[in-house]
């Protein structure tokens, strides 16, 4: 008489491919990648790395596993999704969860959320951190000399693209014709919404819709003593 309780053969392989598909999704948008970018990363075929995203391989190699969870820094039980991925292990214990934040140029940044399209984790050299309080499209820029009046040269000014300004606000802006990011403060009375430059306190425009809004200034960083 056959046991009642016996498992379906296939219910463990089905459970890991949905939980490494499930996975990878994640770790995909955690770290702004596509298919494409990962598979260049760790040197697989492109259509392997879409059959693991999608859930149609139903018996990985461990080699590619192991390559994966290497790229990622976890471990196999965390890529299978049967262990919870570090940000989560964090949040799950009440914790900040670190972001990786791209710094970029002041060129760069007029392309706003554009820049995250063409840009990635593997694709992109300078970066630093920040906490879980920032949106996913968060990015910083080193102060230049014309900030010193208020930020030193060489800080990072760490800025979040999804936030909504508020009164005294410092925002960073593209002028029309321009061909890199500036800085104001905004300053907010009823309906008007007015710039002043950060240095030239009596110079005040007005913030109209030929004025890209590029980020809401969020954190500043120094470091007094560098090495080198």
Known sequence: MANASTKNPHSSTTSTTHGLA?????????HHLNEASLARAVDLPQPTIHRLVTGKTEDPRVSTLNLLADYFAINLEQLLGQALLPD??????????????????????????????????????????????????????????SLESRFPRNALLI?????????????????????????????????????????????IDTLDSNIKLLGVLVETRFQYHQEG
């Open 22 to 30: 499930k996975t990878l999704k994640k770790l995909l948008a955690q």
């Open 88 to 145: 989560e292990d964090l949040e799950k214990n009440g914790q900040t969860m670190i972001k990786p934040v791209p710094i970029i140029s002041w060129e760069a940044a007029v392309a706003g959320l554009e820049w995250f399209h063409n840009n990635t984790l593997s694709t992109w050299n300078e970066w630093t951190h920040i906490d879980g309080l920032a949106s996913e499209h968060a990015f910083a820029l080193y102060s230049r000399a």
């Open 159 to 203: 800025f979040d693209l999804e936030l909504k300004p508020q009164d005294g606000d410092f925002v960073l802006l593209h002028y029309p014709e321009t061909e890199e990011a500036t800085l104001r403060e905004l300053l907010i009375d009823g309906p008007h919404k007015q710039l002043r430059s950060i240095n030239k306190t009596n110079e």
